[in-house]
């Protein structure tokens, strides 16, 4: 595990084992994994929450209001089939579900 700079190789390691991580494994759209993430977070109080995205859920959280619902409006079959030949079967229907739920 790299140091980060400025920090204290001993108090870091300590405070590394002394952590306590709850990993939520979660289903898109699922409003009981909404429910379980957010009873954790509650009940838990952590310091510090990361999120995993999938590259659907990153590029759709890069677009900008505008462009996101110009891409929702204008999503056509042509598109849709696109983006499921660029990313794949399962992300590029994620893909084009996010981005309809999006806008």
């Known amino acids: 595990t790299a140091i980060p700079a ?9 405070a590394l084992k002394a952590a306590t991580v709850y990993l939520i494994g979660t289903a898109h759209f699922s409003p009981d994994s909404q429910r379980d993430v957010l009873t954790t977070i509650e009940s838990t109080q952590p310091d510090m929450v990361m999120v995993e995205l999938c590259p659907s859920r990153i590029s759709i959280l890069s677009m900008d209001e505008n462009t996101l619902l110009h891409e929702a409006k204008n999503l056509n079959l042509e598109k849709i089939v696109s ?13 084009v579900l996010l981005l309809s739920m999006s806008a």
Do not use: N
């Open 6 to 14: 400025g920090d204290d190789e001993e108090e870091y390691r300590a």
């Open 83 to 95: 983006t499921i030949k660029q990313s794949g079967a399962v992300q590029g229907v994620l893909h």
